[in-house]
């Protein structure tokens, strides 16, 4: 049973930084991709970032390309997403989630195995 658990969380002021980690039960290199996803309250679950188990390639939501970095442990299998500059529109419930597909990307449809997520909220 893979397990994904999602930490890093919380309450910081707008312009802030926070670096969100998860961490999965399993080598992550056994995936072909990770993943974050955000859910706003009311709203849909919508991608973040992407990385690539194989090659370390990354991929970002062009409304935080330039603030979050998402990068991988294959050693302590965990995958990190660092926020800086942050918004209160970045308020939402962070998880993580792992694919074996390779044209996933930010399609959540094809990620296999989902954290129960983190909150992560913005005050301005």
């Known amino acids: 049973q893979v397990q994904l658990v999602e930490s890093g969380g919380g309450l910081v002021q707008a312009g802030g930084s926070l670096r969100l980690s998860c961490a999965a039960s399993i080598r992550t290199f056994s995936f072909f991709a990770m993943g974050w996803f955000r859910q706003a309250p009311g709203k849909g679950r919508v991608f973040v970032a992407s990385i690539s188990q194989s090659d370390g390639s990354t991929y970002y939501a062009d409304s935080v390309k330039g603030r979050f970095t998402i990068s991988r442990d294959g050693v302590e299998n965990t995958v990190y997403l660092q926020m800086n500059s942050l918004k209160p529109e970045d308020t939402a419930i962070y998880s993580c989630?792992?694919?074996?597909?390779?044209?996933?990307?930010?399609?959540?449809?094809?990620?296999?195995?989902w954290g129960q997520g983190t909150q992560v909220t913005v005050s301005s």
């Open positions: 989630a792992a694919t074996y597909s390779s044209s996933a990307y930010g399609a959540s449809a094809k990620y296999d195995f």
